[in-house]
């Protein structure tokens, strides 16, 4: 699976959107962008993943860039619940390789 | 639907005792995993399985058995407790469908603490 690099940390106010960057410059062309989050103490959450459209679902968007080597992760009006820390993974859809690789993520803080 | 189930929650065992970490999931999904996230840290795969009788091997498995006799079932075994396997344990199942994929719902977590 290609490697990904996240910030370690950010911050965002409440209200506000939180765009979430993730550099995966070495993906292939049959992997996917997953994105989860693990608020404290709890199991990660699966947030969104895409191929090489952009996608919305009810948590979040996707933006993925036309070369595919980088994508932004959009929480439209961050809330206090959305601290946490977000992973971004790059993964292969087939046998062994549908297992996920954690890196060690972005800790979002929201603030009031 | 429960989703994925992982009892106990919290154990207590002494070095060198043995035990059977639950994990169980009620939505037919053929994949499940086994996680296991130090403080501070990612979670690091421990073994999977991609379907009933069907096992494997992740990043750090030394220490662990699993079998996966049922879709619904995969218990995660530790032979000899060390300190070593202090840890927050993670289980979580998947799916996919005509090559689609789809995202991991991971259970509430065992907290263990080897002394």
């Known amino acids: 699976d290609a490697k990904t690099t996240q910030p370690p940390s950010m911050d965002c106010a409440e209200g506000r959107a939180a765009n979430l960057p993730c550099n995966h410059s070495t993906i292939s062309g049959n992997e996917y962008v997953y994105w989860y989050r693990q608020i404290h103490s709890q199991g990660p959450q699966y947030i969104i993943h895409?191929?090489?459209n952009n996608e919305t679902n009810e948590m979040a968007s996707l933006i993925i860039t036309e070369d595919r080597k980088s994508s932004t992760l959009i929480l439209p009006h961050a809330t206090l619940r959305d601290t946490a820390v977000y992973y971004c993974i790059v993964r292969r859809s087939s046998g062994s390789a549908r297992q996920l690789t954690f890196g060690s993520g972005t800790q979002l803080t929201v603030l009031p | 639907n429960a989703g994925v189930t992982q009892t106990p929650k919290f154990q207590v065992l002494k070095t060198g005792q043995s035990m059977t970490l639950q994990c169980a999931q009620d939505m037919n999904h053929e994949y499940m995993s086994w996680y296991r996230q130090d403080p501070g840290m990612g979670l690091r795969l421990i073994h999977y399985?991609?379907?009933?009788?069907?096992?494997d091997q992740g990043e750090v498995p030394n220490g662990y058995n699993v079998s996966r006799s049922t879709t619904e079932d995969f218990p995660l075994r530790l032979l000899s407790a060390a300190p070593s396997q202090t840890s927050v344990y993670f289980c979580?199942?998947?799916?996919?469908?005509?090559?689609?994929?789809?995202?991991?719902?991971f259970g509430s977590g065992t907290r263990l603490t080897v002394v």
């Open positions: 399985s991609v379907g009933a009788g069907i096992t």
């Open positions: 895409g191929l090489k």
């Open positions: 979580a199942s998947s799916y996919s469908r005509r090559g689609a994929n789809y995202g991991y719902t």
